[in-house]
Structures are given as structure tokens and as C-alpha cells.
């Protein structure tokens, strides 16, 4: 499983209990919160309590792996996996480049392309699906460079700042063809 997870420049770890501080501290950034739906800052206990539920996909829906640089280990974010209907092979994918000194280095086009071999060579999933919102041109042009297609938009779905709305475009890739 390490080689699959593992890039170039990045690997991708499942999320540790230590991890528990840095990932609330991101969460709890608020200027995050556009692409991380966050609302309400998580306490530690809820994070950690969090992460203790990921560690069982099949019941919780939900996998999260920690973004670690090779040549330091630090960790500069997150990737996740999130909805996962096992019946019907579908699941949701979502990525966090907290650090922002970090963000525009290739970074999360190979986490994103390591998680999807990952997702093809272990789980029998047949569609991934992101959700992001109109305007984030990062990460559209980000999952568009991976091979997602815009399948879908929602009118006015989210709510940002100040009270404007926001639509969220729907992002699908095809993992198995018919």
C-alpha cells in the first residue's frame, strides 16, 4: 500500500490520533471554511474523536490521509474521502492545502492523482465526485487537470460572505468503463 501512496514530491499517511491538533487548527481556520463547509470550529475532543471514526471506512463513509512533504515529513494538509455509498461504488473526494506557503507547487494534483490510483487499486468503487464551489478556479482547474468533467451546478447553494450566493459545481470522474 506505501507505494501507492507514495509521489514524488509528497506520500500520502492515514491520519493519526497526533495529528489531532494540526488538523483543527486547519479546520478551525476560517478561511478555510469556503472549501472545507466548516461553520463551527471543532474542539480537540471532537477532532480526535473525528479521526477515531475514520479509521473505519465502511461504517463512517469517511477516510482521511494527511499530505507529508518527502524530504521533511511535515505535513501540509489533507485529502479525504467522504460519502462513500459502497453499494452503489460512489464516493466523494476533497482536498485541503493548509499551509498556504505550500499551495500552487503541484502539490495537490499529486496527492489527488496518488488517492485516485489508490482508490482504483484497492476499493471497487466505480465513480469519484467533487463539489466545489463557483469561482475557485484552484481547484477546478485542479480536478479538471485530473481527468473530472463538470457534470452538474447548483444554483445558489452555498451561502458566502456577506451574505451573497455562491453555486457549487459537481465534478465526476469515471473510474471503471462500462
Known amino acids: 500500500m506505501q507505494q501507492l501512496l507514495q509521489g514524488n514530491t ?28 466548516t ?4 474542539s480537540l475532543h471532537g477532532m480526535q474523536q473525528l479521526i477515531e471514526q475514520q479509521q473505519q471506512f465502511r461504517s463512517s463513509g469517511q477516510l482521511r490521509f494527511i499530505l507529508c512533504l518527502n524530504d521533511s515529513n511535515e505535513s501540509i494538509g489533507t485529502v479525504d474521502l467522504y460519502d462513500a455509498d459502497f453499494k452503489n461504488g460512489n464516493v466523494s473526494v476533497g482536498i485541503l492545502l493548509a499551509r498556504l506557503e505550500e499551495r500552487g507547487k503541484g502539490y495537490a494534483k499529486e496527492a489527488l492523482m496518488l488517492l485516485i490510483d489508490y482508490v482504483r ?3 471497487d468503487f466505480h465513480n469519484l465526485s467533487a463539489s466545489i464551489q463557483e469561482g475557485n478556479m484552484a481547484s477546478i482547474n485542479l480536478f479538471q ?7 452538474g451546478k447548483r444554483i445558489n447553494w452555498f451561502k458566502g460572505p ?4 455562491i453555486n457549487e459545481l459537481n465534478f465526476q470522474l469515471c473510474l471503471k468503463e462500462l
Not at 11 to 27: F, G
Not at 162 to 165: D, F, I, S, T
Open 162 to 165: 456577506k451574505g451573497q450566493r
Open 10 to 37: 509528497l506520500y500520502l499517511r492515514m491520519v493519526e490520533p497526533h495529528d489531532a491538533i494540526d488538523v483543527m487548527l486547519w479546520e478551525n481556520n476560517p478561511e478555510n471554511w469556503p472549501v472545507t463547509d
Open 145 to 151: 487537470s485530473a481527468g473530472f468533467v463538470q457534470v
Open 121 to 123: 487499486a484497492v476499493f
Open 39 to 42: 461553520e463551527v470550529p471543532f
